[in-house]
Structures are given as structure tokens and as C-alpha cells.
């Protein structure tokens, strides 16, 4: 059964700092990854996705992500982050088999420090 | 154009009682998710539809939860007899299509069960 693991449960940085949100996933077929962004109290919001072609993604707010089939990873990628990016960052794969549904990790709060 | 939303935003209930959770979907997309997201428990997954069926019932966590939608539009979750554990907040989602389309997010229903 595919499974998403995000590796820390809570990212603290400074402003301006880079930061990398870990992921890694287990599956036996084609994966599609995702990687959602939850501000407080607000819905989930994407913010990147892989499917197919470049390894290397990038998706908005200056977020990129890359595939790693090797190591079964997408880790998520900032090379300065803002204020305003502190939320929970949620890693998911598509499940395209079986159960078809979207499972995602246990999330990451990434929170900005002045 | 308007995204997708889910009323009521709070439901305090008391345990024993009937609830019903409202969700409406980005016109025009075809599928619609339910998720639950509980403290310590991340995201969970539980039914999709496409149109208005439903192909796998078996996220549901038990037989006091049922979901419908009609008119390919509106979907409802109703939970009977609640219990404490029920406590989450419940996630609607919609896409385009099925698979491993963008899914779109509510702003979700924070559901306390006393």
C-alpha cells in the first residue's frame, strides 16, 4: 500500500533562511506527488505537483520540489522564506489503484521566525 | 470564480445527536472529496464521487457515516449518533475530473462533538 512519510513534524527558520520540508513515499507503481499548503485556519491549497517529465518542479510562492525516484522523494525546497509562510505543508501521492484516493503525510508546520 | 464551500464553518453538537455537513463543489467539476482532519491524525480520506456515485464507501470509519450528492452538485456528509471521536474538522474537496486531478479545497467544517 502506498504510504507518505514527512520526515519532521515541525520546521522552525528564520526570515530569509532556506528551508527544505522532507517527503518520502512508498509505492510499487507510478506515483503522482503533490504538495499542499494550509495557512491557519483556512483549506488546503496546492502548491506543486509531479506527474511526469522534469524531476524538477516548481510551483507557486517561490516553491520548488524535486522528484527522486531512487530515493522515493519530493522534498519541498525554498531558498528564502517570509513571514507569511508559516503554515502546514502536506506531502501527498496520487493512488491509482486499488482504492483510488489522494494519501497524504502527517504534515509539516514550517514556522518563520523574525 | 466562486471555489468551493462548505457550511456550517462550527458545529457544536452533543453526543447521540444527527449532523449533516454541507459541501458545494467548483462548478463544473465532476468529482468530490471528503476528508477528515483530527489532531494527531493528519488527513483522512474518506469517500469520493464521481458525478453523483459513489464507487468506494470503504473510507468511511463506520456504518454511522453516510454521503450522498445530487445533481451531479451538492454533496452531504451526515454523521448519526455522534460520538466524541468524531471531533475533526471535515475537508471538501472538488476536481475537474477524477484521477490525479488538482483537488480544489473548502475552507472545511470544524465539528466539536460534546
Known amino acids: 500500500a502506498q504510504s507518505v512519510t514527512q520526515l519532521d513534524s515541525q520546521v522552525p527558520v528564520f526570515e530569509e533562511a532556506p528551508v527544505e520540508l522532507r517527503c518520502n513515499y512508498s509505492s510499487s507503481v507510478s506515483v503522482y506527488l503533490f504538495w499542499y499548503v494550509q495557512y491557519p485556519n483556512q483549506g488546503l491549497q496546492l502548491l506543486l505537483k509531479y506527474l511526469s517529465g522534469s524531476t524538477l518542479v516548481k510551483g507557486i510562492n517561490g516553491f520548488e520540489a524535486e522528484f527522486n525516484k531512487s530515493q522515493t522523494s519530493f522534498h519541498l525546497r525554498k531558498p528564502s522564506v517570509h513571514i507569511s509562510d508559516t503554515a502546514e505543508y502536506f506531502c501527498?501521492?496520487?493512488?491509482?489503484?486499488?482504492?483510488?484516493?489522494?494519501?497524504f503525510g502527517q504534515g509539516t508546520r514550517l514556522t518563520i521566525n523574525p | 470564480g466562486a471555489g468551493v464551500s462548505q457550511s456550517p464553518s462550527n458545529k457544536v453538537t452533543e453526543k447521540g445527536k444527527d449532523v449533516e455537513l454541507r459541501c458545494d463543489p467548483i462548478s463544473g467539476h465532476t468529482a468530490l472529496y471528503w476528508y477528515r482532519q483530527s489532531l494527531g491524525q493528519g488527513l483522512e480520506f474518506l469517500i469520493y464521487f464521481q458525478g453523483n456515485s459513489a464507487p468506494d464507501k470503504s473510507g468511511l470509519p463506520s456504518d454511522r457515516f453516510s454521503a450522498e450528492r445530487t445533481g451531479g452538485s451538492v454533496s452531504t456528509l451526515t454523521i448519526q449518533r455522534t460520538q466524541q471521536e468524531d471531533s475533526a474538522v471535515y475537508l471538501c474537496a472538488s476536481s475537474l475530473d477524477f484521477g490525479r486531478e488538482t483537488q480544489y479545497f473548502g475552507p472545511g467544517t470544524r465539528l466539536l462533538v460534546l
Open positions: 501527498a501521492v496520487w493512488v491509482g489503484q486499488g482504492a483510488q484516493k489522494l494519501v
